[in-house]
């Protein structure tokens, strides 16, 4: 494993999209595969920016989105199809067809999870895999649990992960309990990983999960066992390491 250890969130956003628009150029029909979350909005800045200066080009990249809340539609401002839509793909050339997110409306369960799973496969893949951790180890919506959720799933939310995430809605009722989210195994079948971490309150979980053992308790750290996982945080999120 790599670690950049920057000084704040600005610094980690800074290589974070350095990373990120480094695999674009090197291959400019890549899969990202994409995260939401309040710790990667600074990198979307930053590759907007890149493309407006006429660094990066977006118009082979494909994309698909780790996860999605079941229930919403994706013009609902909490929906992750949203965020995405604003932090990122409404600003740059790529194509809307080459972007996928879960579908938060799909009335049949099952049926997403393996059209998801499809679309994944159908696209040989992921090249550069962008993850946020929450504060209990989850990396998409995979939640603590007995054994890592291998394919993409519906999964109940820890009532942690709804109170964490209820910050960003108008009230903590409209938090949706359930989601859909990429499984493990797609997430560690990625060539790379890029995990970014940024404050204080990821201290602990930081590490527990890239220096603890690893379990399923806490999803976050089968990424010790990928080959190529690059993690980049502040040195908050840093202060409980030794390096
Ligand atoms: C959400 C997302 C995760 C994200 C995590 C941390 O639950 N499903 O993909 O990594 O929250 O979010 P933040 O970056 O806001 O701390």
Known sequence: MQIFREKDYEGMSRRAASLIAAQIILKPHCVLGLATGSSPIGAYRRLVEGYQNGELDFSEVRTVNLDEYKGLAPDNDQSYRYFMQDNLFSKVNIRPENTNVPNGLASDDAAECARYDAVIHSMGGVDLQLLGIGHNG????????????????????????????????????????????????????????????????????????????????????ILQLHPDVVLVADEAALSLVEL
């Not at 992960?161 to 997430?187: C, Q, W």
């Not at 979980?205 to 976050?220: L, S």
Request: aromatic share 8%; hydrophobic share 40%.
């Open 138 to 221: 989850h990396i998409g919506f995979n939640e603590p649990a007995s054994e890592f959720p291998k394919d993409t799933h519906c999964v109940a939310l820890t009532q942690s992960t709804i109170d964490a995430n209820s910050r960003l809605f108008a009230s903590p009722e409209l938090v949706p309990h359930y989601a859909y989210t990429m499984g493990i195994k797609s997430i560690m079948m990625a060539h790379k990983i890029l995990l970014i971490a940024s404050g204080k309150d990821k201290a602990e979980i930081v590490k527990k999960a890239f220096f603890g053992p690893v379990t399923p308790e806490v999803p976050a750290s």
